[in-house]
T-cell receptor, first 118, second 114 residues
Framework: AQKITQTQPGMFVQEKEAVTLDCTYD???????LFWYKQPSSGEMIFLIY??????QNATEGRYSLNFQKARKSANLVISASQLGDSAMYFC???????????????FGKGTLLTVNP | ETGVTQTPRHLVMGMTNKKSLKCEQH?????MYWYKQSAKKPLELMFV???????ENNSVPSRFSPECPNSSHLFLHLHTLQPEDSALYLC?????????????FGEGSRLTVL
């Protein structure tokens, strides 16, 4: 079974509007971290935001916020006031805690291609 | 100078060639990674090195051979590759072992195998 599911292959949004990119995850580990990355056409993966499974509040970083619904196992990325430069692939990723042991592996979803229209 | 630098950015090779991809991180991190990104597939973790010791090898074929001479440098040696190995190869580094340590990626090396 996929650990990270991004059901939207592509999304369109008008400049200055908000957009939500969906991400659901699957884990039985009570301790995990969720990440969002942006990949523009240049190829570099850019870290956007992090949410820990025990965090009480939704993470925010500037125009990015994470709508974390633990019971539903969803971690949707919300981008407010979209800009043309936001057009890129967006990846959701998860690192599982493996019950306290170290784990380097970051598992990624297939990504969502966001296009911001002027 | 960017945090993680990969060379070459583009590489075309035949199936009988031997080539290497190079990654250098300037962030003082202690873990380095190779990921493979193919079209329409999630990023696949290939190898992880922590303090120059390989800690993860994700069932990668032996035609891919990693090398980590020190904590700042990571190589991926390629030999007798197949056309299906054509992909974007991304190098990354991180500091923390815990859950919160985000990966910092390079811009990738786009490999085409003829």
């Amino acid at each position: 079974a996929q650990k990270i599911t991004q059901t939207q292959p592509g999304m369109f949004v008008q400049e200055k509007e908000a957009v939500t990119l969906d991400c659901t995850y699957d884990t039985s580990d009570p301790s995990y971290g969720l990440f969002w990355y942006k990949q523009p056409s240049s190829g570099e993966m850019i870290f956007l935001i992090y949410q820990g499974s025990y965090d009480q509040q939704n993470a925010t970083e500037g125009r990015y916020s994470l709508n974390f619904q633990k019971a539903r196992k969803s971690a949707n990325l919300v981008i407010s006031a979209s800009q043309l430069g936001d057009s890129a692939m967006y990846f959701c990723a998860m690192r599982e805690g493996l019950s306290g042991g170290s784990n380097y592996k970051l598992t990624f979803g297939k990504g969502t291609l966001l296009t911001v229209n002027p | 100078e960017t945090g993680v630098t990969q060379t070459p950015r583009h590489l075309v090779m035949g199936m009988t060639n031997k080539k290497s991809l190079k990654c250098e991180q300037h962030l003082g991190h202690n873990a380095m990674y190779w990921y493979k990104q193919s079209a329409k597939k999630p990023l696949e973790l290939m190898f992880v090195y922590s303090l120059e010791e390989r800690v993860e090898n994700n069932s990668v074929p032996s035609r891919f051979s990693p090398e980590c001479p020190n904590s700042s440098h990571l190589f991926l040696h390629l030999h007798t590759l197949q056309p299906e190995d054509s992909a974007l190869y991304l190098c990354a580094s991180s500091q923390a072992q815990g859950l919160t340590g985000e990966l910092f990626f390079g811009e990738g090396s786009r490999l085409t195998v003829l």
